[in-house]
Structures are given as structure tokens and as C-alpha cells.
């Protein structure tokens, strides 16, 4: 039987948002506890898009401009970003994680990771080699060009 496009939407639909939640669930029982949510979060942005703006980063992480500003600050002050005008255009001030943030970031990530690890260990080999080939169906799907080639999303 064919699967229709419809019923694997659905399935994307319902069991992607498991999936994340439970990713977001380690990611965030892996960070400093001086670190907040919204911070996490825009410590794991920054980490995806290197160089990325303050807008792009409030949006994200769904601040204002100002709030975002605010929150920079704090994660500069502390050694975990860093500001600076955009060579391209002096308008534009970019954000980069510092070797400090990089290492917390890595840190979540590696122990996410040993979780994931450890739930898919439950399903038979077959059940893990099909859910590699969907991923990679779905990067290729949902990813842009430029990521897809990559094949880093993050």
C-alpha cells in the first residue's frame, strides 16, 4: 500500500513535536543553572547561525529588540558572546558564541545526544536503520540548498 502524502504529513505532525520536546527537555536539563531558558536558547541559536544579528536572534527566541539587547548584554558580560560591527556593514553588529559559550552548548548537546542514543538503543536495528533513512528523506525535504548539501541543520 502506497502511503499518502496526507497520512505522512500527519505522522510528521504528530510525532515531530514528541521528538522535540524531549530534545528540548535534555538540551535544557544540560545547561548551567545560571543560564535561563530564553538565554539557553539563544546560546543554541547563535550556535546554528554564527554572525547572526540581534533581530534574528529576538525573533527566534520570541523578544523584543530591546529585551534581546538586554539579554545579550548579560550572556557578553558573562563571557559567553560576543558583539561586533559587521565588516560588510558597520550598521550591522553580529553575534558569536565565545569559546566559553561553544563549551556549554557542546556540553547539552553531547549529553543529548548520549539520551537519544540511549532510547533509540531500545528498537531493533532494522527499526533504527529506517528511522536514519527517513531523517535524511526529511532533511532533504525541509532542509534549504545550501543545508542540504552540508547536511548540517542543527
Known amino acids: ?3 499518502m502524502a496526507d497520512e505522512c504529513a500527519c505522522e510528521v505532525l504528530e510525532v515531530v513535536p514528541l521528538v522535540m520536546r524531549a530534545i528540548r527537555s535534555e538540551m535544557r536539563s544540560h545547561r548551567t543553572p545560571e543560564l535561563s531558558v530564553p ?5 543554541a541559536f547563535l550556535g546554528r ?3 547572526a544579528s540581534l533581530s534574528d536572534v529576538a525573533e527566534h527566541v ?3 529588540p530591546p529585551s534581546m539587547s538586554k539579554m545579550v548584554e548579560g550572556l557578553v ?5 560576543v558583539r561586533q560591527v559587521s565588516p560588510s556593514d558597520r550598521r ?3 553575534l558569536t558564541l565565545t569559546a566559553r559559550g561553544k563549551s556549554i552548548l557542546e556540553s547539552a548537546h553531547q549529553g543529548t545526544v548520549a539520551h537519544l542514543t540511549e532510547k533509540l538503543a531500545a528498537l531493533s536495528p532494522e527499526e533504527r536503520a529506517t528511522i536514519v533513512q527517513a ?3 526529511l532533511r532533504r ?3 534549504s540548498a545550501k543545508e542540504a548539501n552540508t547536511g548540517i541543520v542543527r
Open 77 to 81: 558580560v558573562r563571557d559567553l558572546v
Open 49 to 51: 547561525h554564527e554572525g
Open 141 to 143: 525535504a525541509f532542509a
Open 39 to 43: 538565554q539557553f536558547r539563544a546560546l
Open 92 to 94: 550591522r553588529v553580529t
Open 135 to 137: 531523517m535524511q528523506a
Open 62 to 64: 520570541g523578544l523584543t
Open 1 to 3: 500500500m502506497q502511503t
